[in-house]
């Protein structure tokens, strides 16, 4: 069946530029999460979603990153003013139950450059 | 301040023995851990998952370790086999909490 899609594979943006990231969870996937992994490090968590709820937004890094997912499905990452340092592959993931131990499944990601 | 450390950056085994990735963490309020598989351009797959009351979970070629004491969680994979190769992130949960904390990752790569 489909996994989880990311939209765009890659994107260049120049400093100063406002981005949106796209994601499309499996369906009837509950929850939902986006990632951080900038080069060489492990995926930082950023923000959860339990169906159309931002429940946790503790990871993101500042108040120029923004997500929602207004239907419970598909959710937008926005980043305003994008800076070098946001350099990276933002990657979502959903999975089946609500906070519980079901596993993730990760998208592709988007690849994020800023130059 | 790293919560989940892999310390090694790669390893390589030969087609056939045994390959043991190692992980070590320092929150005691961590109670989920799991393994997940990353190639090239692919977001990460899931591969095995551990619950902190246990010490020990099986999954065909895959079994991982939980030592709560030392704070350590190790993957084995035996035999390896050349489809093997891939970086593998080590990650945990925290009680009560929604998102993973990662390990930078251990690039496993098997040699034929």
């Known amino acids: 069946g489909a996994g989880v899609s990311q939209s765009p594979r890659y994107k260049v943006a120049k400093r100063g530029q406002d981005v949106a990231l796209r994601c499309d969870p499996i369906s009837g996937h509950v929850s939902l999460f986006w990632y951080q992994q900038a080069l060489g490090q492990g995926p930082e968590f950023l923000t959860y979603f339990q169906n159309e709820a931002q429940l946790d937004k503790s990871g993101l890094p500042s108040d120029r990153f923004f997500a929602e997912r207004p239907e419970g499905s598909v959710s937008t990452l926005k980043i305003q003013r994008t800076q070098q340092e946001d350099s990276a592959v933002y990657l979502c993931a959903s999975s089946l139950g609500d906070r519980d131990n079901s596993p993730l499944h990760f998208g592709n990601g988007t690849r994020l450059t800023v130059t | 301040d790293q919560q989940v450390k892999q310390n090694s950056p790669s390893l390589s085994v030969q087609e056939g023995r045994i390959s043991i990735l190692n992980c070590d963490y320092t929150?005691?309020?961590?109670?989920?851990f799991l393994w997940y598989k990353k190639y090239p351009a692919e977001g990460p797959t899931f591969l095995i998952s551990i619950s902190s009351i246990k010490d020990k979970n099986e999954d065909g070629r895959f079994t991982v370790f939980l030592n709560k004491s030392a704070k350590h969680l190790s993957l084995h994979i035996v035999p390896s086999q050349p489809g093997d190769s891939a970086v593998y992130f080590c990650?945990?949960?925290?009680?009560?909490?929604?998102?993973?904390?990662f390990g930078k990752g251990t690039h496993l790569i098997i040699q034929p």
């Open positions: 929150n005691s309020m961590f109670d989920y």
């Open positions: 990650a945990a949960r925290p009680v009560g909490a929604d998102g993973l904390t």
